[in-house]
C-alpha cells in the first residue's frame, strides 16, 4: 500500500465517513452546537487529504501548501469545537497567529528557500501549537469527566506525534534521499492513527453528552419549565448537605389557591396558562441559586441555598403579590388567582422529608388562615 494511497483514499475515506456520522449526530441534537463545528473541522480535514493527494500525482509544491493551509484550518476548528462544548471563549486571535506563522514558515521554505525537514518542522509544530491550546483549555476544567480525559489523553498524543514527527529526518543511518519518504510514511500513518482515536475520543464525548440532556430533560416539568420533583430532590439533597448552622437554608413550599376550580371553570389550557405565569413569577423573584421545581400538580417548592434564609419571608411575599397582580390578566371573566405560602428554615441535621413536613405544616396554616398569605 502506496503512502499516496494512505494519504488520498485511506484517510479522506474514514475524514469522510466520521464527518457523515457527526453531521447525522448533528442532525438529530442541534442543540450541541459544537457538533456543527466538528462537522466543518472533518469536511475541511477531507479537502486537506484530497489536495495532499492530488499534490503528489501532479507534483505540485502549491498544493502541498494548501493541503497545509487545510490541516491547520481543520485543527483550529476542532480547537474552536472544544471549547465551545466547554463553554469556554474560543482562542480565536491565538488560532489565527498560529496558522499565519506556521503558512508564512512553510511558504517561505517551498518557494523562497526550498527546504521539506524545515517545511516539516514548521507546519508540525504549528499544528502541535493548536493541540497545545486545546490541552489548556481542557486542563483548565478542574473535575473533568472519564470521557474528558480520554479526549485529554488523545489531543496529548497527537501533540506528541506532531512534534516528534520531524525528527524523522534526523535518524541515523537512512539514505538522505529515502528521508522524504520515510517522513510520509509516518506522516500517513501518524494521521491516520490521529484521525481515528481523535474520532473514537469525539464521539464518546457527544454520547455523555447526550445522555446527560436525556437525563437533564426527564428532571425537568415540560408545562412550567421548572424541575419536576425528582429534579428538584436530586438538586436539594446536596444543597441541605452544605448548610451550617450559622447559615441555614430554607424551603419555601407554595399552592394556587383554588386551583381545581380553575380547571373546572375556565378550561384547561387557562389552567397550564395559570401554571406557566406562577413558574416564571417564581423563577423571577427566587435567587440565582435557589432550586425551584413543580413537585405535584399545583404545588411548587423554592430551596433557598445557605445563608438566604433570612430573606425567605420576604422573597414568598414578593412573588404572592406579583401574582396576584399580574394573573387577572389571564381571564377575560373577573377573576383573582391567589397562592399561599409555607416556609421552613432548616435545623441541624435536618433531612429534605422533614424540612418538606414542617414546610407543609405552614402552607396548610396559610390555607386555614384566608389563602393568599404567607406563613
Not at 497567529?97 to 509544530?125: H, K, M, W, Y
Not at 422573597?315 to 394573573?327: E, I, L, V
Request: hydrophobic share 55%; glycine share 6%; proline share 3%.
Amino acid at each position: 500500500m502506496s503512502v499516496e494511497f494512505v494519504i488520498g483514499v485511506l484517510n479522506t475515506s474514514m475524514s469522510a465517513i466520521f464527518g457523515a456520522s457527526l453531521l447525522a449526530l448533528w442532525y438529530y441534537q442541534r442543540e450541541l452546537g459544537y457538533i456543527a463545528i466538528l462537522v466543518f473541522s472533518y469536511a475541511v480535514r477531507i479537502l486537506s487529504f484530497g489536495s495532499l493527494y492530488a499534490a503528489f500525482a501532479l507534483d505540485m509544491l502549491e498544493l502541498r501548501m494548501v493541503a497545509n493551509a487545510l490541516i491547520l484550518a481543520a485543527t483550529a476548528l476542532l480547537s474552536v469545537a472544544i471549547s465551545k462544548r466547554l463553554r469556554l471563549r474560543p482562542h480565536y486571535g491565538s488560532l489565527a497567529a498560529i496558522t499565519a506563522i506556521s503558512l508564512a514558515g512553510g511558504c517561505f521554505f517551498v518557494f523562497v528557500e526550498d527546504n521539506l525537514p524545515i517545511r516539516a518542522a514548521v507546519i508540525n509544530l504549528g499544528l502541535a501549537a493548536i493541540c497545545f491550546v486545546m490541552l489548556a483549555d481542557l486542563t483548565r476544567r478542574h473535575r473533568r469527566t472519564p470521557v474528558e480525559q480520554l479526549l485529554l489523553g488523545q489531543i496529548a498524543i497527537a501533540f506528541l506525534s506532531f512534534v516528534s514527527r520531524p525528527l524523522t529526518f534526523l535518524i541515523p543511518g537512512i539514505d538522505p534521499a529515502q528521508s522524504e519518504a520515510v517522513y510520509w510514511i509516518v506522516v500517513s500513518i501518524s494521521d491516520t492513527l490521529i484521525c481515528s482515536t481523535l474520532a473514537a475520543a469525539i464521539f464518546a464525548v457527544i454520547a455523555v453528552d447526550v445522555m446527560d440532556r436525556f437525563k437533564a430533560e426527564a428532571q425537568i416539568d415540560m408545562l412550567s419549565g421548572l424541575f419536576n420533583r425528582r429534579g428538584f430532590e436530586s438538586r436539594a439533597l446536596p444543597m441541605l448537605a452544605r448548610q451550617t448552622g450559622a447559615a441555614p437554608a430554607a424551603l419555601i413550599l407554595t399552592d394556587l389557591d383554588h386551583f381545581k376550580s380553575i380547571n373546572d371553570r375556565f378550561g384547561h389550557l387557562d389552567g397550564d396558562k395559570v401554571i406557566r405565569t406562577f413558574s416564571d413569577i417564581l423563577k423571577d423573584k427566587a435567587p440565582r441559586d435557589a432550586i425551584v421545581g413543580r413537585i405535584g400538580g399545583e404545588e411548587f417548592a423554592i430551596l433557598l441555598p445557605p445563608g438566604l434564609a433570612a430573606a425567605a419571608h420576604a422573597m414568598a411575599d414578593t412573588a404572592r403579590s406579583a401574582f396576584k397582580a399580574t394573573a387577572p390578566a389571564i381571564f377575560a371573566h373577573a377573576f383573582h388567582p391567589t397562592a399561599s405560602f409555607g416556609i421552613a428554615i432548616a435545623r441541624a441535621g435536618d433531612n429534605l422529608l422533614g424540612l418538606m413536613e414542617r414546610a407543609d405544616h405552614a402552607l396548610y396554616r396559610a390555607k386555614n388562615e384566608g389563602r393568599d398569605c404567607v406563613r
